[in-house]
């Protein structure tokens, strides 16, 4: 079985600062990792995978996370955020060879930015 | 081009109850997947269908049963209503069965069972 800590429920920041969200999962199988984000009102939004190769991946929108095995961790990050980057944040994982697509999904952080 | 629709957007049911929810994925999407969200949590996987067929179940009771048409739409049945079964139910459509690829979700249906 899989599960995902998101070691925070929400973040306040103030625009213009960086931020980290921080996820760990737990998995006896080999995992892909996935960040979705929800911004109010709206569905999930696919906001970046890693399924293979580099470990640092990034989204088009300047947020990058990195997957780091020994620590089983895929923490997300941002230089500097901006106030459209509120909504909440799903980290997710899923078995790579699971067979079909069940995503496992954190409780989510909640980011709140500030001017 | 039409996102993931889901219908009705929101809806009251009494316990005992019977409700049916409704998506339309996108067009050319074969999968469909369902997930509930409970207050303060993330979502939980319900079902998936690709081609009419049930692919996966998540660990809900048996009050939950979902079917798939030919046009690749959906629908989410639960029967017997519990005060419990007060969520967000997500719909979400893939072109494929396999997990590498997006899903893209609806903005999902709020039922609030009294």
């Known amino acids: 079985a899989q599960s995902v800590t998101q070691l925070d429920s929400q973040v306040p920041v103030f625009e213009e600062a960086p931020v980290e969200l921080r996820c760990n999962y737990s998995?006896?199988?080999?995992?892909?990792l996935f960040w979705y984000v929800q911004y109010p009102n709206q569905g999930l939004q696919l906001l970046l995978k890693?399924?293979?190769?580099?470990?640092l991946v990034e989204s088009i929108n300047g947020f990058e996370a990195e997957f780091n095995k020994s620590q089983t961790s895929f923490h997300l990050r941002k230089p500097s955020v901006h106030i459209s980057d509120t909504a909440e944040y799903f980290c997710?994982?899923?078995?790579?060879?699971?067979?079909?697509?069940?995503?496992?999904f954190g409780a989510g952080t909640r980011l709140a930015v500030h001017p | 081009d039409a996102g993931v629709t889901q219908s009705p957007t929101h809806l009251i049911k009494t316990r005992g109850q019977h409700v049916t929810l409704r998506c339309s994925p996108i067009?050319?999407?074969?999968?469909v997947s369902w997930y509930q969200q409970v207050l303060g949590q993330g979502p939980q996987f319900i079902f998936q269908?690709?081609?009419?067929?049930?692919?996966g179940r998540g660990n809900f009771p048996d009050r939950f049963s979902a079917r798939q048409f030919p046009n690749y739409s959906s629908e989410l049945n639960v029967n017997a209503l519990l005060l419990g079964d007060s969520a967000l139910y997500l719909c979400?459509?893939?072109?494929?069965?396999?997990?590498?690829?997006?899903?893209?979700f609806g903005e999902g249906s709020r039922l609030t069972v009294l």
């Open positions: 269908y690709y081609e009419k067929e049930e692919r």
């Open positions: 890693y399924l293979s190769g580099s470990t």
């Open positions: 997710a994982v899923t078995p790579i060879s699971g067979g079909y697509n069940k995503l496992i």
């Open positions: 067009s050319g999407h074969k999968s």
């Open positions: 998995s006896s199988v080999s995992v892909y």
């Open positions: 979400a459509s893939s072109f494929g069965i396999l997990n590498t690829g997006e899903l893209f």
